[in-house]
């Protein structure tokens, strides 16, 4: 979502939830490919690229590097990862490749013969966020429990936002007493972290992308999270080259690019995890990230 659309959420009240069921109320009724603003039919030379909405800025970036490079034209689609994915599944729309969060998500494909292949792109994690300067002296997750600290969460948020904090916190055994300092439950982050930074609370929960968002990564500051509390469901992105793909050579050359280990340091910059980086490469084994 362009960061302009956050702003006017935050200015008129709808809810990430609400702004989301619209949006995907308009897309019932329309192809992707009319959603996409300044849509150009495709070249021979092009490539149709759709992916999670939380990869859109690293994304942007790389694709400008390519076409910079090859001539090449990519026509990019970032959005709701779920909403893509259902679509793909019950044949309501098609692309030739698809970053892919969650990786049963990608399992799924591949069995039902819709992924050609698919690789480790990068990975998410989840962490302790505080406005800058700490003002509440919050050191770990156990000092959300204290008495009269005002905890934000996005436990409203649609998923998989939502879901692996809820488990961080079970996984700590803090729930009851946290959920007793909560004073906000977003439903969209952007608008809860724009609050924590004006003072109106002392901490959250969210993944380290969204740290390096323009409008607050100056004024925040996070914590690492035990990557033992962290859910591993939602933390694995991939990508997937898909059985509409029009010229697999290009397509495999844009995959070699983007997971090659000079865009991986893009993504970290907006604060993924690379699959070069010792966790990165811990968690392609652990979770077996790997085509099937």
Known sequence: MPKGDFVELKQTGISRRG????????????????MLAGFTPFKSDSLQVWSCGGLSEAFNELNAIYEART?????????????????????????????ARVLELSKKLRKAGLSLHFRPLCFTDYVLVVPKGNPAGIRDLKDLAEPGVRVMLPLRSSPPGSGPVKGILK??????????????????????????????????IIEKRLTTHDRFKDKIEY?????????????TFTLNIMKYVKDERLANDFAD????????????????????????????????????
């Open 19 to 34: 702004f989301l069921k619209g949006a995907l109320a308009t897309a019932a009724a329309a192809t992707p490919q009319t």
């Open 71 to 99: 001539g090449h034209n990519i026509q990019y689609t970032g959005a709701f990862a779920g909403a893509l994915g259902k679509s793909l599944l019950t044949l309501q729309s098609t692309t030739e490749l698809f970053g």
């Open 171 to 204: 996984n700590s055994n803090l729930t009851d007493a946290v959920m007793k300092n909560m004073v906000a439950n977003g439903s969209c982050v952007i608008n809860m972290m724009c609050d924590l930074v004006d003072g109106k609370g002392d901490a959250s």
């Open 223 to 235: 914590i690492p999270i035990d990557e033992k509390l962290i859910p591993p469901g939602p933390l």
């Open 257 to 292: 690019f983007v997971c090659g280990t000079e865009v991986q340091e893009i993504f970290e910059k907006h604060g993924f995890t690379s699959i070069y980086s010792a966790r990165g490469l811990e968690l392609i084994e652990r979770f077996g990230v790997k085509d099937v």
